[in-house]
């Protein structure tokens, strides 16, 4: 899984967002947790409060949590989009604004490079996520993501289940990510207790 979220204050996502939510183009959206949401080709959304999940197109898997505050669709106007629909971890608030109305915002209040830092952020997220699933055997991609797991701080190791961490970001059956993280704990590569990692000696 990649992980977008940003400082409040600070970040790209938190000053266009303001600016969508203050427009009169755009309209506030209430969803419920576990609500899925379709993701339209010709809105922007802002992620106002919540957190959800973007799945792909091919066999529904899970690319992204989201937190807020998040502007998901940026990247659809260059026509490239990972992500198929949506779905709410939390309660969610979104603003919905049309792209046409998007680009002009972004014109008007000179927000086009905080937009780049957003689009970059998207695209680095969908290279290192490709790096990960990207290798030879399930076994590589098995380590690639208990790695991840273990490298990346917005993960809670403690509550974080590796099996299903990994089932639903890639078509790896749970028996084989069973077996292959069983032996790498009798390898002495990891420890973990009840699935959750406890520590990761890949050199």
């Known amino acids: 899984m990649a992980y977008l979220n940003q400082d409040h204050g600070n970040s790209p ?3 266009i967002g303001n600016v969508i939510l203050n427009s009169n183009k755009s309209f506030l ?3 419920k947790k576990n609500q ?4 339209d ?3 922007v959304f802002y992620l106002s409060k919540g ?6 197109f ?3 898997i899970l690319l992204y949590n989201m937190g807020a505050p998040e502007i998901i669709g940026v990247e659809k106007m260059n026509d490239f989009s990972a992500i198929k629909y949506l779905r709410c971890v939390t309660d969610v608030d979104i603003h919905i604004i049309h792209q046409s109305h998007f680009r002009c915002l972004l014109d ?3 927000l086009w ?6 689009l970059s952020t998207y695209y680095s997220v969908c290279h290192r996520r490709m790096n990960r699933i990207n290798r030879p055997t399930r076994r590589d991609i098995i380590i690639q993501f208990i790695k991840y797991i273990w490298i990346n701080p917005n993960i809670k190791r403690d509550t974080t289940s590796i099996y299903t961490y990994i089932q639903v970001r890639t078509q790896i059956s749970r028996s084989f990510i069973h077996k292959t993280v069983s032996e790498l704990a009798k390898d002495g590569f990891i420890n973990m207790d009840r699935g959750v990692l406890i520590s990761c000696n890949f050199s």
């Open 13 to 15: 996502a938190f000053y």
């Open 29 to 31: 959206t209430h969803y």
């Open 36 to 39: 899925r949401i379709n993701f």
């Open 41 to 43: 080709d010709n809105n």
């Open 51 to 56: 957190n959800i999940e973007g799945y792909s």
């Open 58 to 60: 091919d066999e529904s």
């Open 108 to 110: 008007n209040f000179n």
């Open 113 to 118: 490079p905080s937009a780049f830092e957003i």
